[in-house]
């Protein structure tokens, strides 16, 4: 004889959370303020009234650096998960787990040497002259 599973805690539990938000914004909409003016429609950062546009340029470095940080604090969740099973997987896990930090080192290393970690000013080398001639 097999265990059915039950879903009825689901259920409940759908239920509950369902009323919870229902009684949130009733309650909200009740008890709020009724009133509107100029100051309640004005955006509001901190107690800092806001300043010129939203549309500020960000430097391309920036995203980048984000997107390497991203990519290399997502690393760091496959080696605390490889920490947590590190009795369980035993020398071919540990063989594993140093290959995939060094192409992670080498990876570092080649970021390091092409600049793209590098938020200072840009030098741009002058162009060579057969790049001029096949330009024109």
């Known amino acids: ?10 259920v409940v539990y759908a239920c509950g959370v369902l009323l919870l938000v229902a009684t ?3 309650l909200s909409s009740i008890l709020g303020q009724r009133r509107a003016n100029a100051a309640t429609n004005m955006p509001f950062e901190s107690g800092v009234v806001s300043v010129g546009s939203s549309q500020v340029r960000m430097s391309v470095e920036f995203y980048l650096v ?3 940080f991203v990519i290399f604090d997502l690393e760091t969740v496959f080696i605390l ?5 590190f009795f369980e997987l035993g020398w071919s896990g540990f063989i ?11 990876a570092l290393i080649y970021e390091l040497s092409t ?3 590098d938020w200072g000013v840009k030098q741009r080398s002058p162009a060579k002259p057969y790049e001029l001639e096949r330009a024109a």
């Open 115 to 117: 600049g793209a970690l």
């Open 66 to 68: 984000a997107i390497l």
């Open 96 to 106: 594993a787990v140093a290959l995939f930090i060094l192409i992670l080192v080498v």
């Open 1 to 10: 004889m097999t265990a059915e599973p039950t879903f009825w805690p689901f």
């Open 81 to 85: 998960a490889w920490a947590v099973a």
């Open 24 to 26: 949130m914004l009733l």
